[in-house]
């Protein structure tokens, strides 16, 4: 099966919320993005290379706990990189601002 061709981040983002609905999941996507954002500052305030090589593992670590032991499903990471990362992103910031909860309906 042939992965969805979507032709903006715009179309991508309701796909990955729909494949973010588990608490957990969602909890634990956003410890890992605040863990790359704080990793990101720390290397450049330190000047410390070490922060900068722990971000994919802090990311993905977390993320794809969610993934593969309470979503129960796969990463869009592997089918949709750019769209995926930008969408973590995105939806930390809805989270933080309350666009987005948690919590899942």
């Known amino acids: 099966m042939t ?3 979507y032709k903006s981040l715009q179309e991508f983002y309701p796909y990955y919320l729909s494949e973010h609905q588990n608490t957990t999941s969602r909890v634990l996507h956003f410890i890992g993005t605040a ?6 500052i720390g290397g450049l305030l330190f000047h410390d290379l070490r922060f900068i090589l722990a971000v ?3 990311g993905y ?16 990471t592997f089918k949709y990189p750019g769209y995926s990362l930008a969408s973590d992103f995105m939806l930390f910031w809805d989270l933080l601002n309350g666009k987005q909860s948690f919590k899942v309906k």
């Open 3 to 5: 992965a969805k061709k």
């Open 61 to 76: 670590g977390f993320a794809w706990v969610g993934h593969f032991f309470f979503e129960k499903n796969k990463p869009a």
């Open 56 to 58: 994919p593992f802090l």
């Open 35 to 40: 863990l790359v954002v704080v990793s990101l």
